[in-house]
DNA sequence: TACTTGACTACACGATCGTGTAGTAGTTTG
DNA sequence: CAAACTACTACACGATCGTGTAGTCAAGTA
């Protein structure tokens, strides 16, 4: 990052805070003052820049989903990524994605149209790449879940390993098990067919 | 579920209220007195049975983790169930497992101590299946969290689908989806390879 | 200089939170 | 029969919540 944080101007660290501590203990686990206080500012200030904690809100979703398409188009484009790779853990992506989770459990309209998005990425890239899935549109889904996973348990999966999977060498580790994931066939075609028949 | 609602102890009802509300609303989103509503008794008797909102959700992460296990057992007693079914998105399994993921979220020991189980039952299955990545431990936490995963973002897949996922249609769609990741090789070991030199 | 404007703070408001206390009704127990 | 215990409610407490109001201060502008 080469933004210093006392250079940014009083309403960006206010935005910044709020997307921490959302993301970090949730919409309702983080109050104005808390982020006020992150920020280094009074709890009026927020208000003066945001009106009420719902517009903060709303007003962390685009700014979380704008730097979101902003940071995969610069690791696209350096062209070191590919559909699956886990951006997911990215440390520029982290906090954000953090937020945007959380946001989408609270059901914001934002976050969940950002996933939409990420569904349909993942869509045209099975098409592009020749994979044929009978339910495209399902097994994209699917797969933009998938990516965000290892995320959303990140404190799990690294108490699972014995290793913080948000630094480097974690990070590096559970992304090439998730590529064996996607490597090694866990079922034969009959299998899954076998299973659709016992299904209900 | 052979047990009516109202034949249940009051404590049972609160605990039942709890798993429910935390689950849909997030630990800090759910208040005693919505519980104890919800419940259908006063807000003071949730405090009488189970001490503090802390204690609580402890009694609720306890219960949830012995349900879970509980219906698992049962489940795969059938002889209807591989290691990779969806288990997560069974009807009975549903409230339980929003709530664990909530209070996994908040940083609850018990649920974590779930997922770890969950991790290791992944771990034997994969060696009992003869499926042998290079990394174990890690492939199997990735494995875990997939599980979970079109689970938390029920709402969103369900929006992607256009189709609610918790509906038993639904839920075999994206089920059958899910196998497909898990029968379709994206990547080739090759693929992985040069990935893993890339990476830092 | 006088006026406006925007960034910012201090403080008080009603509501709601988790919790504490006191007490009632019904059953059990000696 | 009296004492004890359990399930349960009503109500009040201090703290904290989001929000509202009033005002300070500095910079720009006519």
């Excluded at 660290?13 to 808390?34: K, P, W, Y």
């Excluded at 920020?39 to 009106?51: I, N, P």
């Amino acid at each position: 990052m080469d933004r210093a944080v006392e250079d940014l101007t009083a309403r960006a660290r206010i935005r910044d805070a709020a997307v921490r501590l959302f993301g970090e203990r949730g919409i309702e686990g983080a109050s104005i003052r808390d982020i006020a206080a992150e920020a280094g500012v009074s709890s009026g200030l927020v208000r003066h820049h945001f009106g009420s904690k719902e517009a903060l809100r709303e007003a962390c979703d685009q700014y979380a989903k704008e730097r979101m398409l902003q940071i995969g188009a610069e690791l696209t484009k350096d062209g070191n990524l590919t559909g699956l790779d886990p951006l997911t853990l990215h440390p520029l992506a982290f906090p954000l994605q953090l937020y945007l989770v959380r946001s989408m459990m609270d059901g914001s309209e934002t976050a969940t149209a950002l996933f939409l998005e990420g569904v349909e990425a993942v869509e045209e890239w099975t098409t592009s790449f020749g994979i044929n899935p009978k339910d495209r549109r399902g097994y994209a889904a699917a797969l933009a879940a998938i990516k965000l996973s290892v995320f959303v348990f990140r404190d799990q999966v690294s108490k699972a390993l014995g290793e913080d999977i948000t630094t480097p060498a974690g990070y590096n580790r559970i992304g090439q098990a998730l590529m064996e994931v996607f490597t090694i066939p866990l079922l034969t075609q009959e299998q899954v067919d076998h299973m659709r028949k016992q299904e209900k």
